[in-house]
């Protein structure tokens, strides 16, 4: 029979998840300069550090600006109809949170979350209203979402209440002019009101506008210039959809150098900054969400003006300190020829401004004016860029099968059901979720039983949640001889490519039954002592960020109100899905509401995950650039970084476990003009230990103990005083003496063959972190030449994880197994939520404690790597800046916090 696991929504999959920390500080500049040493390595240079600034403590002026108003157009050509949508967003913080604490009781955190009146927040906008005067002759009002008050051509819509950060929409459907000789506006712009605190609040927006007829082609949205990106319709709202104000905004933000399209509007948009290309996607995408026309134009630039672009990403050092000696290898950014060769292939925008005609614009220069032209074209405007341009990553997943009868001589196979190709700027700030849909159908018989799990796999993506099925596939487990088909492996691989460079394939282990031993050795499967359970679990999902851009703290705030709705959303599907029974044959209504539990619960899940993603990117890229400036370095993303986060369900051991897996944190480092190449080499040890600190104590506060991690494993070691050891390719046979796991011996070995330019940093002995039941090991590999460097478990993750046991057995039958669903995803995700509402909206100041504790513990390991180096004859990397590193880290670790963005 075929249980009720076939009625789950296959959203349930998306795990239960996440409580966040918090946003990191925006960093002040450093006026301090990297050289070489004057003295020997054993008297490491410490440039000078910034006094530091007190963090900002006054609340923002909320009159300033708590309700805005942003609109988009479903065309801006004469075409008969139109519809229009205007979103209001409320800016001001809650001041209304559930009174519970971290920690407390699942039935503590439930009643506080319901006991709390959100509508009763004194920060919710009361009673909105949007109007709007209609002023062309030729424009009808035919329908509205929400009803209207029509007085001629005066048109009045109540929006009711908005709380805060939140947001209200209004969707207008009008019939407009099926011709336009030149631009013309349809209304007089919209205006909205509100009531603060008794206090009148008022905000509107530009007209509803048609460009001439002829120009379609330049006003689409594609995934490059997304003009129907929300951020990019805000920020144009912001701007007055005014395109020169636009031109302007755009050439204010930072040039990266950089291949191609890798970041996008909204990418660009987050990070300030971008390369030729993103940055003339971003002014696209906002000239035509403002209705102007807009086209690239694709060129070359000499090497004077690729040198300009160059020299702008480094600031002026008003005051450097140190000594640079004589014959010392310093950096020359403008001269170095990547650099030059990625600046000279460059694009800018030409737009059909009103009263001007086609008319370039260059926002890559920070000097330029409308109608500058740097660079050569090579051929004529194009509406949108060839694929050829865009970086991509290719997400496939790798399942490996046990058949008890041989295919092709072998038992083991493996198969490829699922794979997908995205744009990276179609992932920016919309992580990728893969998960399983999982039917079961048990037979029985007097001797033989069988079990057979049919697992779809799939992603889901994008703002609109896209779904992208696999091919189903099948696990057959029976005691009927030869009858068994069992999944013992899954991976899943991202392969990044892009112009210019070689395709690069990650792999992250889902599972392997089999082991990373008895692979590398050549070993056999061996007994499985597989039941009839199903490997793969509905339970099961990971969400990976694809990040070539920063994180602004909106990106989090956006989600506060989701959040609201959809823990009470999730209390109210709890407590539906409570007098569930148990039933082989459900009756429609036990199914409509097992699935509507389950997709309340699966929407709750994804959010957390996101948020979790995007926390964890902005705290690390906030750190990133605070240390940058005191390396004087220029850090940046030039490709895309994976980082995973997955609730894992082993229903077969009855347990969970949350992982986090930082699996590719690469960035480039360009030291800044006239200074020691040393700096962007010591920049890249410490940011990789930086980023091993933040990740632990992310992870910290949303899972319970034992949490499992490098950093873990070194401060327990360094607690209980064993030492670390330092391995390379020629010290193997010593690496096989040593008492750790045969699988971590054989992960290593095989990293320093496949790159005997590194070493590895290992304590010299299994690690029992506290609260554990069984000893693990985790280690460094460190580059020689870049001295990057890679955190590892030895698991093959570079991650962080928390194993804990489920609270509730999970039954096969339907009440069970939906029951023990809620019990487990309430005790865990609400349970970590109710953090969150005590800290929105989230600033520069919330990340603190994170960011603290992760320079503390950077340091730690950083000098105790650094020891166990040190004692060995090869001194190469020490020599290389890693002394450096650790000099100026633990200089900068002993001042107060960093200084915090003005609220």
């Keep these: 029979m075929i249980r009720l696991q076939k009625l789950a929504s296959i959203l349930v999959s998306f795990s239960m998840l996440l409580q966040l920390f918090a946003l990191p500080f925006t960093p002040a500049g450093t006026n301090t300069a990297l050289a070489a040493p004057a003295g020997p390595l054993a008297t490491p240079f410490l440039p000078n550090i910034p006094t530091p600034v007190a963090p900002q403590t006054t609340e923002p002026d909320v009159l300033a600006q708590p309700l805005t108003i942003a609109r988009a157009q479903s065309t801006y050509q004469a075409t008969g109809t139109a519809v229009v949508t205007y979103t209001l967003r409320n800016t001001l913080p809650p001041t209304i949170r559930p009174a519970a604490e971290p920690g407390a009781t699942i039935t503590d955190t439930v009643a506080a979350i319901s006991a709390t009146d959100f509508a009763a927040d004194p ?103 997304n003009c129907n990106d929300s951020y990019v319709n805000r920020k144009a709202a912001e701007l007055g959809h005014d395109p020169l104000a636009i031109f302007e905004f755009v050439r204010s933000l930072g040039y990266e150098s950089y291949q191609g399209s890798l970041r996008g509007a909204r990418g660009t948009l987050w990070s300030e900054a971008g390369n030729g290309i993103d940055q003339a996607s971003l002014l696209i995408a906002l000239l035509r969400a403002s209705g102007v026309p ?89 509406a949108e860029l060839p694929d050829n341009l865009r970086h991509k990553v290719s997400a496939s997943l790798v399942v490996e099968k046990y058949a008890a009868f041989p295919v092709n001589g072998t038992n083991l196979y493996t198969i490829n059901p699922l794979n997908a190709t995205f744009n990276t700027v179609e992932l920016a700030g919309e992580p990728l979720v893969f998960a399983h849909l999982v039917e079961s159908n048990f037979q029985g018989g007097l001797t033989f039983t069988s079990a057979q799990h049919t697992y779809t796999p799939y992603f889901v993506f994008g703002e609109a949640e896209t779904l992208y099925e696999g091919e189903p596939f099948i696990e057959l487990i029976s005691n009927f001889p030869f009858g068994q088909d069992m999944v013992v492996a899954e991976w899943l691989d991202f392969t990044l490519s892009g112009p210019g460079r070689v395709d690069e394939t990650y792999r992250r282990e889902l599972f392997d039954d089999i082991g990373f031993a008895a692979r590398a050795g050549g070993g056999l499967v061996g007994e499985l002592n597989r039941d009839e359970t199903a490997r793969l679990s509905l339970m099961s999902s990971w969400t990976t960020l694809v990040a070539a851009y920063h994180v602004p703290p909106e990106a989090i705030n956006d989600a506060y109100q989701e959040m609201v709705t959809l823990s009470l959303q999730g209390i109210a599907a709890r407590q539906a899905v409570a007098d569930l029974q148990d039933t082989d044959n459900p009756t429609p209504e036990q199914t409509a509401i097992a699935q509507a539990a389950v997709l309340t619960f699966g929407k709750v899940a994804r959010l957390g995950q996101r948020l979790h993603l995007l926390q964890f990117a902005a705290a690390s890229d906030q750190a990133h650039g605070y240390a940058a400036d005191a390396f004087l370095v220029k850090a940046y993303a030039d490709s895309p970084r994976l980082f995973t986060v997955g609730w894992e369900r082993n229903d077969q051991e009855q347990n969970e476990s949350i992982t986090f897996d930082l699996l590719r944190n690469k960035v480039r480092a360009v030291t800044y003009p006239g200074q020691s190449e040393i700096g962007s080499e010591a920049f890249l040890f410490w940011r990789a230990l930086l980023d091993m600190g933040v990740e632990h104590e992310v992870l910290a506060q949303i899972s319970p103990a034992p949490l499992v991690s490098v950093g873990a494993v070194f401060d327990a070691a360094i607690a209980a005083d064993i030492p670390l050891d330092r391995f ?76 804990y046991a489920v609270l509730a057995e999970f039954s096969k039958k339907a009440g069970s197994l939906i029951g023990g669903f809620t019990a487990g995803f309430f005790s865990h995700t609400m349970g970590f939520w109710i953090g969150f509402f005590g800290q929105m909206p989230l600033d520069g100041q919330d990340i603190g404690a994170v960011i603290a504790a992760s320079k503390a513990s950077a340091a730690a390991w950083g000098h105790r790597a650094e020891k166990a180096c040190v004692k060995k004859s090869d001194k190469k990397w020490c020599a290389r800046g890693v002394t450096y590193g650790n000099a100026l880290g633990a200089a900068i670790i002993g001042q107060a916090d960093p200084p915090l963005q003005e609220t």
């Excluded at 949007?130 to 051509?153: E, H, I, R, V």
């Excluded at 890559?364 to 500058?372: I, L, S, V």
């Excluded at 008492?739 to 029992?768: C, F, G, H, W």
């Excluded at 609260?771 to 698991?795: K, S």
């Design 294 to 382: 807009a086209a690239y134009r694709l060129g070359t630039l000499n090497q004077a003006n690729a040198q300009t672009l160059i020299t702008s990403m480094f600031p002026a050092v008003t005051a450097p300190s140190g000594l640079i000696l004589p014959g010392t290898s310093t950096a020359d950014p403008a001269n170095d020829p990547q650099l030059l060769a990625e600046a000279q292939s460059h694009a800018w925008v030409e737009a059909y401004l009103p009263g001007s005609s086609w008319t370039a614009l260059d926002p890559a220069f920070p000097a330029a004016q409308p109608g500058n032209v740097f660079g050569t074209p090579s051929g004529g405007q194009i």
């Design 728 to 803: 390379t390719y020629g010290t193997l046979d010593e690496l096989a003496a040593l008492p750790i796991s045969d699988q971590a011996k054989a992960r290593i070995a095989a990293a320093l063959t496949e790159n005997p330019n590194q070493y590895v940093i290992v304590p010299v002995q299994m690690i029992t972190l506290p609260g554990a039941t069984e000893p693990t090991i985790g280690w460094l590999q460190i580059d020689n030449d870049t001295l990057e460097v890679i955190d590892t478990m030895e698991n093959g993750q570079h991650f962080v994880a928390g194993d």
């Design 123 to 225: 920060n919710n906008l009361r009673g909105t209203q949007l109007t709007l005067q209609l002023t062309n002759a030729q424009t009808q009002f035919l329908a509205a979402s929400q009803p209207a008050d029509q007085n001629g051509s005066n048109l009045t819509f109540n929006l009711g209440d908005i709380p805060p950060l939140s947001a209200a929409s209004l969707v207008l459907t009008l019939t407009i002019p099926s011709s336009a000789a030149d631009f013309v506006d349809l209304d007089a712009g919209a205006a909205a009101y509100s009531s603060w605190r008794g206090v009148g609040i008022t905000t509107a927006t530009s007209p509803i506008r048609l460009a001439p007829d002829g120009f379609a082609q330049w006003l689409v949205c594609t995934p490059d210039a």
